[in-house]
């Protein structure tokens, strides 16, 4: 009798679990994730960073107050040793996205990015900021002047705020990666290839010809370049070349 009840309770939890399964899968349109305890923590940068505005709510945005408290808790966790970086994004808030990329580049624990997609705009600092950068061979990022939308109040120092920020974020990327100061500026201000603006379009193999990216690759080829850097911080002979 108590084995009987026993079956019929294990199939009534298997029935149940069968039952969320099914409910994720038709309401949100997701699959279970296999589980499994890692010591890698993936870090997702999609749609647009959204800073101190909030985006409409049609917007796919990656919020910049979600993602620094996850950088924290990483820095501090003991079970986390390396950190992936997946970025595919149009870029957005410029001080935000600078605040993401500098606590990254920040971190004490390994890191690798690898853009997938687009890391465009402001972007292409949070691409570079990782210990190191990879991207998909079929990948771009758009490298362009820091813009403004709307009203323009005091146009002078305006003028000079974007000057500024925009000294800001080539200074980030090429002391994070192996781009000259003067080749960035170049694709920054380059006309005629970018319809009605000014920038330029680079696609994977061109970022790591140019120097802004370490190398191409996809998801495999990242992992094994984490591991191989958590191995190498394990025994104390900095990073593996």
Known sequence: MNEELGHENQESEEEKSRGRKMDALKELGQTEVPGGKSNIHCLTIVGQVEGHMILPPQNK??????????????????????????????????????????????????????????????????????????????????????????????????????????????????????????????????????TRDIGTVVVGPEAVEYGLIDAVGGISDAVQRLESMIEARRQGEGLVQ
Not at 116 to 132: D, E, K, M, N, T
Request: glycine share 8%; aromatic share 6%.
């Open 61 to 194: 945005t990656t919020k910049y107050e979600h993602i620094i408290p996850q950088l924290v808790a990483i820095e501090q966790s003991k079970e986390i040793e390396g950190v992936l970086i997946l970025l595919n994004t149009v870029g957005g808030d410029v001080e935000a996205g600078l605040a993401i990329a500098e606590m990254i580049a920040s971190l004490s624990k390994p890191s690798v990015s690898l853009v997938l997609g687009g890391g465009h705009s402001i972007g292409v600092p949070i691409a570079v900021s990782a210990g190191y950068s990879m991207i998909a061979s079929t990948a771009t990022m758009t490298i362009h002047p820091i813009r403004l939308t709307g009203l323009v109040i005091g146009v002078p120092a305006t003028f000079e705020y974007l000057e500024k920020m925009q000294e800001r974020v080539v200074a980030f990327v090429t002391r994070n990666s192996r781009i000259s100061q003067d080749k960035f500026k170049e694709l920054m201000f380059r006309t005629g290839e970018l």
